[in-house]
């Protein structure tokens, strides 16, 4: 969908790049990636940038600081693949400091996401291509419908494409089809981990920019498989979330809440498409 800087703020700009942005929208100036997703593009072996996924630096800036508009600067050794770095999840500005043994200065520690994936012009990207190859690959391995070709064939179509896809949002955000020809070869279909399994978490990967779709998936398939947090007072009793709240007065005017919404209404009712009530 394309976006643009006018005519005015919010008017046709990416409201995803508006969020994420440094200091724009009313946001803070940092955005950092998660543990959980660096771990897994830095592959398995994390002292060797030759089993990365190609995006790694694709998705990180590296670590360091904006400092305004397109202005990063990193700290020593902070554009080094070998050196990302992801948050963990679930801690607060004392978690943090615990785990690490004393204070910790977030920005100088972990990665931070790639301020050249978010301007306010950038196209929005409502359903890619290799979602497409990635879900007819779920479909073979499902054994639902008639899909012609083999759930391996449309599995790296998929993260070919998936890597590929982000030239539109900068033109250096590029990956060679050497770089995608050695990922696939590193990481075999079915061989390094189920094909179904593998299916999904290049799902998830994809949808960097889509996550609220990437979290139906995670839901769907049961992949990634992910740990929860269990922050002091959440809301889940530390189980993933399952759907989001209807606003308050949604609930109070709406003369379908009762019969037609997800209830009760908590974070953990499972919507029915993920076996929760229809």
């Known amino acids: 969908v394309t976006m643009s800087d006018g005519p005015s703020e919010w008017t046709n700009q990416n409201g995803i790049s508006r969020a994420m942005d440094p200091g724009d929208g009313g946001q803070s100036k940092d955005s950092f990636l998660a543990k959980t997703f660096i771990d897994w593009l830095k592959g398995t072996n994390p ?110 179509k998929g993260v070919k494409a998936a890597m590929q896809m982000w030239t539109p949002l900068d033109a250096s955000l590029t990956v060679s089809d050497a770089a995608v020809t050695t990922y696939l070869a590193t990481y075999e279909y079915g061989v390094h981990k189920p094909a179904l399994e593998m299916i999904c978490e290049q799902m998830w990967a994809s949808k960097f920019l889509n996550w609220w779709d990437a979290w139906s998936d995670q839901r769907r398939t049961g992949f ?55």
């Open 47 to 156: 002292g060797s940038t030759a089993d990365d996924d190609p995006r790694l630096m694709i998705f990180s800036a590296g670590i360091g600081e904006w400092t305004g508009g397109t202005d990063f600067v990193p700290v020593a050794g902070g554009l080094d693949p070998l050196n990302q770095e992801g948050m963990p999840n679930g801690y607060d500005q004392a978690g943090i400091d615990a785990l690490n043994g004393g204070p910790t200065s977030i920005k100088d520690t972990y990665s931070s996401a790639n301020w050249k994936m978010f301007q306010d012009s950038d196209p929005y990207i409502l359903m890619h291509y290799a979602e497409v190859e990635f879900l007819l690959a779920e479909a073979v391995e499902r054994a639902i419908g008639s899909v012609s070709g083999t759930a391996k064939e449309h599995y790296e």
């Open 224 to 278: 990634p498989a992910l740990t929860p947090t269990n922050f002091t007072g959440n809301d889940t009793g530390g189980s993933i979330p399952q759907k989001l709240l209807l606003p308050a007065r949604e609930a109070t005017i709406n003369p379908n809440y009762e019969t037609g919404a997800t209830l009760p209404d908590r974070f953990t009712t499972k919507v029915w498409w993920a076996g929760g009530p229809e």
